[in-house]
């Protein structure tokens, strides 16, 4: 058998392509950040059932605190970029992890909703510095192995979905939900310290003297050709999904399949620890077969976990599905490099920031509109016209790129 049947030998062979095409110290520092990132806004769904039952709001009201969390985070994809673009990505993205844990501490000291509805602007806006600008370093820092770093730093917010989501379930059973988030600080402001040491000052080509103007023009310019409006409409269909999946699986579970929150919480732990393997597959994918086929494939193997959700019943099927279900988050690392390909280098940061923005506030419609429809005892389908999504979002896969050539 050839190395390529045996996991252990594709996994060290591609580590070790990796390591030669760019700094691994820098790839896990950054993704120790993104680990810690994208874990603490999965830690937050995960929680708020138990936040919502000391506040007494409905399903409606908690759709709209993540869309709201989601909104902000948008909000910062644009000027986080714009910023490490002018100062460098080692300012940004410490500063992200800082402002984070500034939030995290305001959850922690929050005993009204109004309180707590702060605490979830400011981390919503201490993550959303960090989302754009870790994409623009790997991108700076890998070449012929890019979509790959850009999958282990995927994967690595997948472990952190995993371990600090069910670490946080755990404690706060002993201390309450506000110390299920305030665990997490120490840990993040190790990893300050850490991306503050490890990261130069700027790894992404200097934009040149010209003005701060003249940048955003180009970026403005970019941002309409038809090759890059394409791609976001793509990105934007993957966000819908991921934002409205993540945000409401785990009350699905419990509201419509009679599931524990127990168990529901060990589903919601499975579809991210799944989704580490089929992300790092996924990376794999796009680098040998091109991003439109790795994106193509994902999101079409999704599809029918949608359907079959609304329908199976036992703990063991309902698992088969959830692993189903993960595999539409093997198209994030595709879309992703495929949105960063789309711009000019030089203006990667600020460019890709501001499709992030729009992108991402595309999504954060989703839980809101998903929560409104569970409130109407809707909740199947709801989850169906999700499916539905993911089926468009497949198609559009297939022929975004030649559309865009055709317009442009």
Known sequence: MGALSRPGSLLFRTLSDIKDDGPISILLV??????????????????????????????????????????????????????????????????????????VSVIVLSSTVETFVLATVLLGLGTGLFGTTR???????????????????????????????ASAGFVSVYLGWRWGFGFLLPVLLACAIGLWIALPRRASPEAGDESFRETMRKVAASVRRPPVLAVTALLSLNMFLYQSV??????????????????????????????????????????????????????GLSVPGFVLLTVVETFVALAAVTV?????????????????????????????G?????????????????????????????????GVVALATSVWAVVFERVGRALA
């Open 30 to 103: 950054v993704s120790l950040g993104w680990f810690l990132t994208l874990g603490v806004r999965i830690v937050y769904p995960a929680l708020l059932p138990q936040v919502t039952a000391e506040f007494g709001v409905s399903n409606a009201t908690t759709g709209a605190f993540i869309g709201l969390l989601w909104t902000t985070y948008a909000l910062l994809q644009f000027p986080g970029g714009a910023i490490a673009d002018v100062v460098g990505e080692r300012l940004v993205l410490t500063g992200s992890i800082l402002l984070s844990a500034g939030a």
């Open 135 to 165: 994409l623009t370093v790997i991108s700076a820092l890998f070449d012929r192995m890019r979509t790959t770093a850009i999958s282990v730093n995927q994967a690595a917010g997948n472990v952190g979905n995993v371990v600090l989501s």
């Open 246 to 299: 993540t945000g409401f699986l785990p009350t699905y579970l419990v509201a419509q399949k009679d599931v524990d929150p127990g168990s529901a919480a060990t589903l919601y732990s499975l579809f991210f620890a799944a989704a580490i393997g089929v992300q790092f597959l996924s990376g794999i994918v796009a680098d040998r077969r091109g991003n439109r086929v790795a994106i193509v494939a994902f999101i």
């Open 324 to 352: 189903l279900l993960s595999f539409l988050l093997g198209a994030m690392p595709p879309v992703n490099a495929a949105g960063l390909a789309s711009l000019p280098p030089e203006i990667q940061g600020s460019g890709f």
């Open 354 to 386: 501001l499709l992030r923005t729009g992108y991402i506030a595309f999504g954060a419609l989703g839980p809101p509109a998903v929560g409104v429809l569970a409130d109407a005892g809707r909740f199947d389908a709801a989850f169906l016209a999700l």
